[in-house]
Each structure stands twice: as C-alpha cells, then as structure tokens.
C-alpha cells in the first residue's frame, strides 16, 4: 500500500514539474533582407530594454555602399507597461508622434498622430474579443484603412488594405506550425497597425509560408493571375525561424528575398 501512494505522489510530482516548465522564449533583436534583384540589403536593428521593444533603428546598403535611409523609432511605455507613444524620428525636422489612447478596455482605442507637435491625423483602431487587432481606420481623408481576419489557429490569414487614395487589395496567407518570430515583442504589433512591415506580420503564432493577392476586378475581389509567394524557412531549436527565403513568382518570373534573423533568447 506504500508503495502504492509512494508512486502515485512521485507522479504527482513529476506532473507538476512537467506543467512548471517554461518554453524558452526568443526575442528578435535583428533582421536583415537581402533582395539579390536590385543588389539591396536591409537591416532591421531592435534595442529592448525590460524585455520590450525601446528602439527599431533600419537602414540600407546598395553594393556594399551606404544609401544613407534611415528609419528610428522609438517605443514608450505607460507606468501599466503599455505603449502610450511611438516616436518616428527618421526625419528629425519632421519628427512623428503617434499617441496611443487607452479607454476602460486592454487596448487603445485610438491614436493620435502628429507632425512636429501638430495633429494632422486620428486612426481609430479595433480589436475583438480576444485582445486580437482586426483593424486601423484613419479618419484623414487620407490614410489608412485596413482590416484583420483570422483563422480557426488564430493566424491572421486575410488582409484587406483600401488606403484612401490607393487600389483596395486583398492578401491571403497560409502558415507554419512553428512559432512567430515577433513572440516576444508583441508591442511591434501596434506599430504594424500604422506602418506595415508588409512581408511579416506580428499577429498570430505562426509564420507565412505562402501568399495569394487579390484585387477588385470588375467590382469585386478576384486573385490576380500567376502571381503567389512561397517561403522556405528554418528554424532554430526553440521553434523560431532564423532564416527565410520568400520567392515570388509573377506571370513566369520569379523575384527572390532572403531574411535572416537573429534573438535574444531565455
């Protein structure tokens, strides 16, 4: 008999162990984007501090020589942890605040843009029930307006963009079964909302692995002919990608990108 309850504890305790255990966690702090075509490479540098996003600081090199774009943004953070400023200082005789505010809800329910300390812009933004973007809507008669629709996985696999002024496009996508290489800076979400990084999305578990367009042909949305993008990723032993290679192929060509990735991990 006691043996038996010396067993059954032993369990016990192992079952216990087992469900203390935390999966490593990985956060991107660099990615860069070689496009072979035009000779270009891109960098992507992430500074965290306090394991969130502080700083995304970007530039290019064409044939080994500086273009000199640059691209700095700055994350702020309330006294609750939450985003309450991104500060865009890639111009500085033009610098952009986008100032999020926050309701009774989890998420800011809308942001303000300004321009040097002038408001020019107010982007109202949407989630559901799980906390999940679905939406950014500017109330400038021209900006962005575009929506998020999810999977049964919970991978945004439909993105509808009709930015005022521009043709309205439709993305569909297909995912990995491994982890998303924003998991452990969520906070870039919100700054995707504004200003998409359109080949990478930070919404979702997963990763893109292949990508259908669609546009509005005759009054509705039909998928463009002959154009598609697959992706061939690896992955590093916590799951999350260190490379990728999107292909895209349109109407018999075929253009090719190649990213890697680089984390801090636990």
């Not at 469900?19 to 960098?43: D, G, M, Q, S, W």
């Not at 700054?191 to 919404?203: H, I, K, S």
């Not at 005759?218 to 690896?234: G, M, Q, S, Y």
């Amino acid at each position: 008999m006691k043996t038996n309850i010396y067993i059954i504890v032993i369990c016990l305790c192992f079952w216990s162990c087992q469900k203390n255990e935390t999966t490593p966690l990985c956060r991107l702090t660099k990615f860069v984007t070689e496009y072979p075509a035009t000779k270009l490479i891109h960098h992507d540098l992430i500074t965290l501090k306090d394991n969130r996003i502080e700083q995304m600081y970007s530039y290019d090199l064409r044939n080994g020589t500086d273009t000199t774009a640059r691209q700095k943004v700055i994350f702020e953070y309330n006294a609750l942890g939450k985003v309450s400023r991104i500060r865009d200082e890639t111009n500085l005789t033009r610098i952009i605040l986008f100032d999020f505010v926050y309701g009774t809800k989890e998420n800011p329910e809308k942001v303000i843009q300004k321009v040097n300390n002038l408001q020019n812009n107010e982007i109202i933004l949407e989630f559901d029930s799980k906390n999940r973007a679905t939406g950014a809507i500017s109330l400038n008669l021209v900006g962005l307006n575009r929506t998020i629709e999810y999977d049964a996985k919970g991978n945004p696999f439909r993105i509808t963009r009709a930015d005022f002024g521009n043709p309205a496009t439709i993305n569909e996508h297909t995912f990995d079964d491994k982890r998303n290489f924003f998991e452990g800076i969520p906070e870039i979400g919100l700054y995707w909302l504004l200003r998409p990084l359109y080949n990478f999305l930070p919404f979702g578990s997963n990763n893109i692995i292949g990508t259908k367009f669609f546009t509005i042909q005759n009054l509705e949305f039909k998928e463009v002919p002959d154009i598609r993008t697959i992706r061939e990723t690896t992955y590093n032993a916590n799951g999350f990608p260190t490379s990728m290679n999107i292909i895209l192929e349109n109407q018999g060509k075929t253009i090719s990108s190649m990213s890697k990735f680089e984390y801090s991990c636990e």
